[in-house]
């Protein structure tokens, strides 16, 4: 064991954090950094080789152990995170355990420690009351809006923004729907799931309600969560709140398409966005008596010897990972919060803010656990905002799709429109033609995606080289960074039918690429090496035995109990169990894409002919080929295929 000694003998580093460990608590807060803080175990019978704040980690530890069944890490070093917070600090004890080793309680991530008092600079305790209408969590939310309005320059609202064409107007013992609003007002915004409305009809505007609206909703005939944000709003001192099923005419189609159009910049004009997270249909509310999030405790410690002992609270944090709430699986719901300047949401266990510039939530966790997905996402609201044309484009293909496509939606058609508000804000960013989720400039590479265990939804007509036209997740395989070189490049596009307007759905998109397109055998081979959950398939280019594929990730592939249908070059189109596709080959083509020369990875796209245009080929996967170094350059190994223009329906 390393230490250092003194001039008598004893230790002078700290066992834990190797700081002094004459270092007072005051001094070891006082710079905002992550500390490695070793292995727990190694040093929890050692206290008098720890300086005070080690010592206070493991009492806390210790407690926590006894009090909640809590065990901590054995085999990965912990972190101690000193956050800012105001004129205060609270300390964060920030668990790296790998996820196969049992070392602590399953929905404890860290452990938070504040002071009773505060002298000492921590940040004093901070109580979560069980009732969301309680004026604690009012004072919490006024806080966390005066904040963000005084302090972030980044989430100033344009002055001469344009209000919604109707708003509900909260004025009146009712509320009433109000059109053309003049007046520059400040509005909320509700964000919520509808559920099945034909089970459970709720509140809705329709033309022949469109005038007794304007006179008079009765609040007792809304769904809870409508009620829910007309109080919360009134409480704010809101008078103005848009709710999409109200303020939008349903069964006017021009109505709906004009104000579709718009819901990006709608909830991006909203001073705030109210999120019923909890709530999994519109009749079920949002204000309710919630699980506490996290376990409490206290420690006391003497920081000098013939001190008074100092209360010092801890409370164990879930991940937030392992809460996160129904409209957080909401497609519909994805760019109404991405689009939001402020974002406010009712979760089952807590509170939870994010804006342009920062995140909270009730625990103060979210600091410290911003690789949970859910957080990973809302840090895209101000590093969108922030960022150049070109990482925009990576943060579509590495961000935008993996987390868009990972929701649910109710109908499968809606799955271009319930993204168009984002789409409409990158068109804006970094211009260019929008081509069924894809962007024209940089198409290449944006063809490269690949899908999760999805099937082809053959009843509605999106073109096969786009990834919408897989149900569940799609994404990028590997990081595609700029170093590449491009191998086929897009001649022409027509995407027909889009609604006028608006980035929404296309009935059938033709594209045309011109590069090299080999002839090869698609086969399932269950002993076939995959990463990724495409399936165990292997492609072989034809001519060329030692091109054998590294991962291949058919668009199509199905659990083994359902059909998998594949067209070849020879047969008409036919579906077989995949059992049976065990072994058989099957006639494909790849169109080579790109090669990533630091990694030798050769991209390609599958494709099959198309059933119903006799020129045209369908996409049915994603190939990447892993060249060995003997392999020289690329165009020397691809030249014996000629260019060619390929056609992809």
Same mark, same amino acid.
């Given at each position: 064991?390393?230490?250092?000694?003194?001039?008598?003998?004893?230790?002078?580093?700290?066992?834990?954090?190797?700081?002094?460990?004459?270092?007072?608590?005051?001094?070891?807060?006082?710079?905002?950094?992550?500390?490695?803080?070793?292995?727990?175990?190694?040093?929890?019978?050692?206290?008098?080789?720890?300086?005070?704040?080690?010592?206070?980690?493991?009492?806390?530890?210790?407690?926590?152990?006894?009090?909640?069944?809590?065990?901590?890490?054995?085999?990965?070093?912990?972190?101690?995170?000193?956050?800012?917070?105001?004129?205060?600090?609270?300390?964060?004890?920030?668990?790296?355990? %790998?996820?196969?080793?049992?070392?602590?309680?399953?929905?404890?991530?860290?452990?938070?420690?504040?002071?009773?008092?505060?002298?000492?600079?921590?940040? %004093?305790?901070?109580?979560?009351?069980?009732?969301?209408?309680?004026?604690?969590?009012?004072?919490?939310?006024?806080?966390?809006?005066?904040?963000?309005?005084?302090?972030?320059?980044?989430?100033?609202?344009?002055?001469?923004?344009?209000?919604?064409?109707?708003?509900?107007?909260?004025?009146?013992?009712? %509320?009433?729907?109000?059109?053309?609003?003049?007046?520059?007002?400040?509005?909320?915004?509700?964000?919520?799931?509808?559920?099945?409305?034909?089970?459970?009809?709720?509140?809705?505007?329709?033309?022949?309600?469109?005038?007794?609206?304007?006179?008079?909703?009765?609040?007792?005939?809304?769904?809870?969560?409508?009620?829910?944000?007309?109080?919360?709003?009134?409480?704010?001192?809101?008078?103005?709140?848009?709710?999409?099923?109200?303020?939008?005419?349903?069964?006017?189609?021009?109505?709906?398409?004009?104000?579709?159009?718009?819901?990006?910049?709608?909830?991006?004009?909203?001073?705030?966005?109210?999120?019923?997270?909890?709530?999994?249909?519109?009749?079920?509310?949002?204000?309710?008596?919630?699980?506490?999030?996290?376990?409490?405790?206290?420690?006391?410690?003497?920081?000098?010897?013939?001190?008074?002992?100092?209360?010092?609270?801890?409370?164990?944090?879930?991940?937030?990972?392992?809460?996160?709430?129904?409209?957080?699986?909401?497609?519909?719901?994805?760019?109404?919060?991405?689009?939001?300047?402020?974002?406010?949401?009712?979760?089952?266990?807590?509170?939870?803010?994010?804006?342009?510039?920062?995140?909270?939530?009730?625990?103060?966790?979210?600091?410290?656990?911003?690789?949970?997905?859910?957080?990973?996402?809302?840090?895209?609201?101000?590093?969108?905002?922030? /960022?150049?044309?070109?990482?925009?484009?990576?943060?579509?293909?590495?961000?935008?799709?993996?987390?868009?496509?990972?929701?649910?939606?109710?109908?499968?058609?809606?799955?271009?429109?319930?993204?168009?508000?984002?789409?409409?804000?990158?068109?804006?960013?970094?211009?260019?033609?929008?081509?069924?989720?894809?962007?024209?400039?940089?198409?290449?590479?944006?063809?490269?995606?690949?899908?999760?265990?999805?099937?082809?939804?053959?009843?509605?007509?999106?073109?096969?080289?786009?990834?919408?036209?897989?149900?569940?997740?799609?994404?990028?395989?590997?990081?595609?960074?700029?170093?590449?070189?491009?191998?086929?490049?897009?001649?022409?596009?027509?995407?027909?039918?889009?609604?006028?307007?608006?980035?929404?759905? %296309?009935?059938?998109?033709?594209?045309?690429?011109?590069?090299?397109?080999?002839?090869?055998?698609?086969?399932?081979?269950?002993?076939?090496?995959?990463?990724?959950?495409?399936?165990?398939?292997?492609?072989?280019?034809?001519?060329?035995?030692?091109?054998?594929?590294?991962?291949?990730?058919?668009?199509?592939?199905?659990?083994?109990?359902?059909?998998?249908?594949?067209? /070849?070059?020879?047969?008409?189109?036919?579906?077989?169990?995949?059992?049976?596709?065990?072994?058989?080959?099957?006639?494909?083509?790849?169109?080579?894409?790109?090669?990533?020369?630091?990694?030798?990875?050769?991209?390609?796209?599958?494709?099959?002919?198309?059933?119903?245009?006799?020129?045209?080929?369908?996409?049915?996967?994603?190939?990447?080929?892993?060249?060995?170094?003997?392999?020289?350059?690329?165009?020397?190994?691809?030249?014996?295929?000629?260019?060619?223009?390929?056609?992809?329906?």
């Amino acid at each position: 064991m390393d230490t250092t000694h003194d001039s008598v003998g004893r230790p002078s580093k700290c066992l834990g954090c190797r700081q002094d460990i004459a270092s007072s608590l005051t001094n070891a807060i006082s710079s905002p950094a992550d500390i490695p803080i070793g292995y727990l175990r190694d040093w929890q019978d050692s206290t008098e080789l720890l300086c005070t704040l080690c010592k206070l980690i493991v009492l806390v530890v210790k407690d926590a152990g006894h009090r909640f069944n809590f065990i901590q890490p054995n085999y990965k070093p912990a972190f101690l995170r000193v956050l800012p917070n105001n004129q205060y600090s609270l300390l964060g004890l920030k668990f790296q355990a %790998p996820p196969s080793v049992s070392a602590r309680k399953k929905d404890v991530d860290s452990i938070f420690i504040y002071q009773t008092e505060i002298e000492l600079g921590l940040c %004093p305790y901070r109580n979560i009351p069980t009732s969301t209408t309680s004026d604690e969590c009012f004072e919490t939310i006024r806080q966390w809006i005066r904040d963000c309005k005084e302090n972030h320059q980044a989430c100033i609202l344009p002055s001469a923004s344009q209000l919604p064409a109707r708003l509900l107007y909260l004025g009146g013992p009712n %509320p009433q729907l109000v059109e053309n609003i003049h007046e520059q007002a400040e509005y909320l915004a509700l964000s919520y799931c509808w559920g099945d409305s034909s089970e459970n009809p709720f509140l809705k505007t329709y033309g022949n309600t469109l005038e007794s609206h304007k006179k008079c909703i009765m609040l007792g005939a809304m769904p809870q969560n409508f009620r829910d944000a007309i109080y919360v709003s009134k409480r704010l001192g809101y008078n103005y709140l848009w709710i999409d099923s109200l303020c939008i005419i349903q069964d006017d189609g021009e109505d709906w398409d004009v104000q579709s159009k718009l819901m990006g910049d709608i909830y991006h004009g909203a001073d705030l966005v109210i999120a019923a997270s909890r709530a999994p249909a519109a009749f079920n509310g949002f204000l309710a008596e919630r699980q506490l999030p996290c376990n409490e405790g206290t420690v006391s410690m003497a920081l000098e010897d013939n001190e008074q002992p100092v209360v010092f609270c801890y409370r164990l944090s879930p991940p937030h990972r392992s809460c996160e709430d129904e409209l957080d699986s909401r497609a519909w719901a994805f760019q109404e919060r991405l689009r939001a300047c402020r974002y406010l949401a009712f979760g089952k266990r807590e509170l939870t803010w994010s804006c342009q510039t920062t995140l909270h939530c009730e625990c103060d966790s979210a600091e410290v656990v911003d690789e949970s997905r859910k957080y990973r996402e809302r840090s895209l609201e101000f590093s969108l905002s922030q /960022s150049t044309a070109q990482d925009l484009h990576m943060r579509w293909r590495q961000d935008i799709i993996t987390f868009y496509t990972q929701r649910k939606l109710t109908h499968h058609e809606d799955k271009l429109r319930a993204l168009s508000a984002i789409a409409d804000y990158f068109q804006a960013k970094i211009g260019g033609k929008y081509l069924a989720g894809l962007w024209e400039q940089d198409f290449i590479l944006d063809l490269l995606w690949s899908t999760d265990d999805a099937m082809r939804r053959e009843d509605f007509k999106i073109p096969t080289w786009s990834w919408m036209a897989c149900a569940g997740l799609a994404y990028y395989p590997l990081v595609l960074t700029f170093n590449v070189v491009r191998l086929a490049t897009l001649v022409r596009s027509h995407i027909f039918d889009t609604p006028l307007g608006m980035l929404g759905i %296309p009935q059938l998109g033709v594209i045309v690429l011109l590069g090299k397109l080999a002839p090869a055998i698609l086969t399932h081979d269950p002993s076939a090496r995959i990463p990724n959950k495409g399936g165990p398939f292997r492609v072989s280019v034809l001519n060329i035995s030692e091109f054998a594929s590294w991962v291949v990730n058919p668009d199509i592939f199905p659990p083994a109990h359902q059909s998998y249908s594949i067209y /070849s070059e020879t047969s008409e189109p036919s579906e077989s169990s995949l059992d049976k596709l065990e072994g058989q080959p099957y006639n494909v083509w790849v169109l080579f894409m790109a090669f990533f020369p630091s990694k030798r990875y050769l991209y390609g796209i599958i494709l099959t002919k198309s059933a119903e245009f006799f020129t045209a080929y369908c996409r049915v996967g994603l190939v990447i080929f892993r060249l060995g170094g003997r392999y020289g350059n690329i165009h020397e190994i691809l030249k014996q295929w000629g260019n060619e223009q390929v056609t992809i329906v």
